[in-house]
């Protein structure tokens, strides 16, 4: 049985062209919010985790001096280099990595950041303890992520639904356990926040190439969710659409000087 990394670099292999395209990665307000609550200087070096096809390492570069774009998955760095390319910008280069095992000095960079990845990662605080590690002394970890209702049952149901589609989808967290993940590793918490996110059904599976039965068992579960789940997941048809909702945590930590 394959593991959940082995999972994610063929799933997101074989679907990479669509990530690049993908407006909840590309375009999502939460890229807007790390860069506004990180406040990037020229002078920085930046390492973006688990980077897919490099939304965020891209929009770091117009405000750094260098951005490390990582993956565990060549076709997503590929893809990455590609749009780079594309911008005329100079100043990103891609890196293999494991986020449990990131091949990198420590001490090394200003920022590290990781957008819409960490729920595939099978060890989140090891992933948190890395990046604490190649942080310059008073450098920020700046995470953001599909996050889980408080409510251990719905977190279960959510889970569920998102491991259908996706069988690289590990876990996603609550807040307060971010919080945690991050004091644990001995950053101070500067900033936490949620940013709720409306998804179109079809694009979502689309980035999968999701069969359809296994489609049909999705609209299910988004229609029959318990309460609690439903609270979140909020389905809903709009002008013939039928989406759904997802909250995203952004966690912002501070490395001791």
Known sequence: MPDAKDLAQHIFGANAAAYATSRTHAQGKSLGR?????????????LDVA??????ALAFALHVASVVASDITPQMLA??????????????TTQIAD?????????????VTSRIAPHHFADVQQFVNECVRVLKPGGLLAVDDNIAPEDGAAT????????????????????????????????????SETIEKQIGFEEWCGHQKT???????????LLNAP???????????????????????????????
């Open 79 to 92: 893809q990455a280099e590609k749009l780079a390319q594309e911008r005329g910008l100079t100043n990103v």
């Open 99 to 111: 986020a449990a095992d990131l091949p990198f000095d420590s001490v090394s960079f200003d920022l």
């Open 211 to 221: 069969p359809p039965d296994v489609m049909a068992a999705l609209r299910a579960m």
């Open 156 to 191: 279960r149901y959510i889970d569920d639904y998102e491991r259908l589609r996706d069988p690289s989808h590990v876990r996603c967290l609550p807040l307060s356990e971010w919080r945690m993940c991050f004091e644990r590793a001995g950053l101070t918490v500067l900033h």
């Open 34 to 46: 790390l860069i506004e609550l990180t406040r990037p200087q020229a002078s920085w070096h930046v």
């Open 227 to 257: 309460e609690a789940a439903k609270a979140q997941l909020k389905p809903v048809t709009e002008d013939g659409v039928f989406r759904f909702s997802m909250v995203e945590g952004i966690v912002i930590g501070r490395k001791p000087m």
């Open 51 to 56: 980077t897919g096809a490099g939304h965020t």
